[in-house]
């Protein structure tokens, strides 16, 4: 294998500090961003960690940050979304014809293999589709995908029926060679054609790989075909004949050699004391399934030891083992198992092999990449990829001794992706090292249910989805007891390893599982000595660590960096005595009691020196949603972008300031919406998705109240009284919004203190055909206050609202002239200009353009947590707000989100000013100014006396992200 290439990658610089180790081990590499249309948050790239994990030969780049036409998906954690099983918690969707995702190749490649995700059809049985793949903008080829393979509904072990609850395992993956190397620059485009098969395409990552020439015959080898006449074209079942050759190759001692060609197997290959070598794993491929007994398919099998792992009957065939000196290498296995029976023999790799290696296998479509049955000896799998297994990667399952599994990337797993079960006799001196393990659609990345003696070292854990965690020490599972043995014993080394965005939450239990958990179920974890040593803990989705079920004893963690919990740094409900030595923990969601403790003192840590961030504990007997932070981009429990069709278990935001009774501007005319650029406040936002989104005058950018925490209310002050008509509704009216009905009641006050009820609470349903607009008409009461209380949406568990409009037939009150409600400029004479305080707040904003939801007018709602983004990769961009009339400032004071996660960045902008929003002169030429948390992500901007009504930031670059953000832009003039 080649040595790991340089992953395609933007380097987040606000970000990069964040994610190095508390003992400086890690410098993390992020996705690159590219000439995208869509936005998307950065997170962390599995591939991106230096000296860890698999070294791959593929470099990958992820959709959501390729140039799109398409819907960016997520971030979103919550199991049972689609986005939640991507890759970084992110994809783009495509659903109609013409859309893409286009990757400019960043190193030579021949080669592409890409993750994707098709709905699944009213049956169940799967839809088949394809996708147009261009290259420099010429159609090269259609490549086929499918649904066949993805979508799982119920309970374990789950079956394939759409009526059933918990649709899950969505993605599926599939390769083409191109044809001819294309250096670097090209353009590899995945489009849409047609949605006739498929109403959409989501796309997670592309893999480019420059895959050499095959590998021809050795000498003196067996050749399948010309020797056995085994039939490449795999028409027909040639398990015989590989069957003989396989003998004839032991018998003689000579290599089997598997030419090019798609090979049908309808039952096991087994193998002893024999070598069976192909010409690459992308030319020599084995599959297929017997038709009538569906038990039985293609796989490579050693022999079966009497008494062992396997509890199923043994054909003669198959015993006598474990077989010894095997070697399998430089060939797939790509299956065709589309279900779950644990007792099915669909394994690609199977029975007991000693003194046996696997090298550079493709393993995928199986039902287990490897289920290896010992007793056995000195076993190793290395350098091979196993994607889209329905059940685990590999287990190691009883009295497999002195073994390993190295350098292997594992993704898309249905179960634990690598796993180690001693159920009958013990697992001692087995080893994990090297590996990348990436989204196990249920259970852990890298699991040892008791075992002596194992090594866990230099992997890399990411995107763990429900059930599990990243890395599992546990006395679980049936057998594994010290009375048989099989118990965790003896010294289990857990060193350099890196988790990122692991451990989710348990949908038995309803309750987050740790990065990193202990549990003792069968009996407490007693007499070994576990030592974590040189790990980093990141973004982890609920606590960083865990124990449960039964007590722990003989922990060690040293130098561990433990960066961003989603709840806590430690979650103690069982006994565990443990030493922490240099254990830093920072950015986790309850700062203020990182520890959830309900045991006392059963959870005993013994201070080794060097430990920061660990002060305080709790034990509630609630748990909080989960706070996700991106490595530098709030978002509270999985809210996403775009809207979802199921619940979040987001955190309610903060409270948006109370509305001001203060006299504010007199009254525009009747025309109009009245509503526009006026201040707008809530009960609650989530995601920085603030209030004056809903009264911006863009319908794209959207407020979101609080999740989960109904009722929740959206407020306009219009300024004066008016005598209202009606009030106009809207959400974005993109069809990724489907139709929702949110129940809602329209209050009105004169004062901001006391309201009465205009209309009472009714569901009204928005739906993008009809321009996802609703109408409410209004008596004619004198309101300056309008105010909607939300008490339930069928589309998220939220209110929703990208605009609040209000019109109506004249002022209640004695009214001036005032400044036009459009955003757009206007040389009318605005109000008398108030003199102090900040000017800018409630007031007009516009930009040059927006990131999702991110609008302007999230820069002048008074809520430093929510913010304004630019579109992304297309500096220069603008932010601009109208004053209302001509004012001497002396200061614009602009702010970024105070939290810790918004690390410290630089942006490059100008300063302008305008009396009539068309003639602007510089204020402030182009200077940098650092944001920095540590003294609140504000800067001040000193200006000169000169007469301003329109204020202009010009941004032409950011360190910490490809856009302008700005969370408040304030105007002083005293």
Not at 674 to 683: C, D, F, I, K, Y
Not at 733 to 747: F, H, I, M, Y
Not at 808 to 835: F, L, Q, V, W
Not at 856 to 866: E, K, L, Q
Request: charged share 15%; hydrophobic share 35%; aromatic share 8%.
């Amino acid at each position: 294998m080649q040595n790991p290439p340089t992953r395609a990658r933007r380097v987040v610089a606000s970000l990069a500090a964040l994610a190095t180790g508390a003992a400086g081990l890690l410098a993390v590499a992020f996705v690159n961003a590219g000439p995208a249309h869509a936005a998307a948050v950065p997170a962390l790239s599995p591939l991106g960690v230096p000296n860890r994990g698999a070294s791959v030969p593929f470099v990958e780049q992820e959709a959501e940050y390729a140039a799109t036409n398409g819907t960016v998906v997520g971030p979103d954690r919550l199991y049972g979304h689609l986005a939640s099983e991507a890759s970084g918690r992110q994809a783009v969707t495509l659903n109609s014809a013409g859309q893409y995702v286009e990757f400019t190749l960043t190193a030579p490649a021949n080669s592409i293999d890409f993750r994707y995700s098709l709905p699944d059809t009213p049956d169940g049985k799967g839809r088949d589709a394809s996708m147009d793949l261009l290259v420099d903008g010429q159609k090269l080829k259609s490549v086929d995908v499918t649904s066949k393979y993805s979508w799982y509904y119920g309970g374990y072990p789950f079956n394939n029926n759409p009526g059933d609850s918990n649709p899950h395992h969505f993605f599926d993956e599939t390769r083409t060679l191109l044809g001819s190397t294309y250096p670097i620059g090209t353009k590899i485009r995945l489009q849409v054609s047609s949605t006739a098969q498929s109403p959409s395409f989501t796309v997670d990552l592309a893999d480019f790989e420059k895959v050499a020439d095959p590998i021809a015959k050795p000498a003196g080898a067996i050749d399948v075909v010309a020797d056995f006449g085994a039939d490449p074209t795999g028409a027909t079942d040639s398990t015989a004949k590989f069957q003989a050759a396989v003998n004839a190759g032991a018998a003689q001692g000579r290599t089997v050699y598997i030419p090019q060609g798609n090979f049908t197997l309808y039952d096991h290959v087994v193998v002893d004391k024999v070598t069976l070598a192909g010409a690459g794993p992308w030319y020599s491929v084995l599959g297929g399934r017997d038709p009538i007994n569906r038990n039985r398919a293609a796989g490579i099998y050693g022999k079966y030891v009497a008494g062992g792992g396997y509890g199923g009957a043994i054909r003669p065939q198959e015993a006598g083992g474990p077989s010894q000196n095997v070697t399998l290498k430089d060939f797939a296995i790509i299956g065709d198992v589309r279900e779950r029976v644990d007792d099915d023999q669909v394994n690609a790799l199977g029975g007991a092999m000693s003194n046996s290696t696997v090298d550079n296998l493709w393993i995928q479509h199986t039902k287990v990449g490897a289920w290896m049955d010992g007793p056995m000896d000195h076993f190793t799998i290395r350098n091979s990829r196993i994607l889209d297994q329905t059940a685990d990667g590999v287990n190691f399952h009883t009295g497999v001794t002195n073994s390993t599994v190295t350098n292997t990337f594992l993704r898309n797993t249905g179960d634990d992706g690598l796993a180690s079960w001693p159920e009958r006799v013990a697992n001692v001196n087995d080893s994990f090292t090297h590996n990348t393990v990436v989204l196990p659609i249920l259970a852990n990345n890298i699991v040892t249910y008791g075992g002596k003696d194992f090594t866990i070292a230099d992997n890399v854990m990411a995107d763990t989805i429900t059930n599990g965690g990243g890395l599992h020490i546990a006395n679980r599972y049936p057998g594994v007891t010290s009375g048989n043995g099989t118990a965790v014993a003896g010294t289990i080394t857990a060193a350099r390893n890196t988790l990122i965005r692991t451990g989710n939450s348990d949908y038995n239990w309803q309750f987050g599982v740790g990065a990193i958990w202990f549990d003792g179920l069968n009996e407490p974890i007693n007499g070994a000595t576990i030592n974590v040593t040189d790990t980093d803990i990141l973004d982890s989705s609920y606590e960083a660590i865990q124990t449960i079920e039964g007590g722990v004893t003989g922990v060690n963690l040293t130098n561990v960096n433990i960066d961003g919990a989603g709840t806590y740094a430690i979650q103690a409900q069982a006994n565990a005595q443990m030493k922490f030595t240099n254990v830093k923990a920072k950015n986790i969601a309850q700062a203020a009691t990182p520890i959830h403790n309900c045991v006392g003192t059963g959870f005993q840590i013994t201070d080794g020196g060097g430990n920061s961030g660990l002060t305080g504990s709790t034990c509630t007997g609630q748990w909080p949603a989960p706070v996700w932070t991106y490595n530098g981009v709030p978002v509270g429990g999985g809210s996403t972008s775009s809207p979802s069709p199921s619940p979040s278990a987001s955190v309610p935001g903060s409270p948006s300031p109370s509305p001001s009774t203060s006299t504010g501007p007199t009254c525009p005319s009747g025309s109009g919406n009245l509503a526009q650029g006026r201040p707008a406040t809530a009960s609650g936002t989530n995601a920085g998705l603030g209030a004056g989104n809903a009264v911006d005058g863009d319908a794209n950018s959207y407020w979101e109240s609080a999740n989960n925490a109904f009722p929740q209310w959206l407020q306009v002050d219009l300024g004066c009284s008016q005598s209202l008509t009606r009030a106009v509704l809207k959400l974005p009216p993109a069809s990724a919004w489907a139709a929702r009905t949110q129940t809602l009641t329209v209050q009105g006050s004169t004062d901001g203190t006391t309201f009465s009820t205009l209309v009472g609470s009714t569901g009204y349903t928005f739906d993008p055909a009809t321009g996802n607009t609703v109408t409410v008409n209004l008596p004619a009461t004198p309101t300056r206050y309008v105010r909607l209380t939300f008490t339930g949406n069928t589309g998220w568990p939220a209110g929703q609202l990208s605009e609040l409009q209000a019109f109506g037939g004249g002022a209640t009150s004695s009214p001036s002239s005032s400044p036009s409600s459009s955003p757009s400029p206007s040389t009318s004479t605005g109000p008398a200009c108030p003199s102090t305080g900040n000017l800018a707040q409630g007031k007009s904003a516009t930009a040059s353009g927006t990131s999702q939801s991110y609008g302007p007018g999230n820069a002048v709602d008074g809520d430093a947590n929510s913010y304004w983004e630019s579109a992304n990769n297309a500096f220069p961009q603008w932010l601009q707000v109208d004053l209302g009339c001509s004012q001497s400032l002396t200061r614009a004071v602009l702010k970024l989100p105070p939290a810790s996660a918004w690390a410290a960045r630089t942006q490059t902008l100008t300063v302008q000013g305008s009396t009539d929003g068309t003639t602007f002169s510089t204020l402030v030429g182009s200077t940098g100014y650092t944001f920095d948390p540590a003294t609140g992500n504000t800067v001040t901007v000193n200006l000169p006396a000169t007469p301003t009504r329109y204020v202009r930031l010009t941004f032409t670059g950011n360190t910490g992200w490809p856009a302008g953000q700005l969370s408040e832009l304030q105007a002083y003039a005293s």
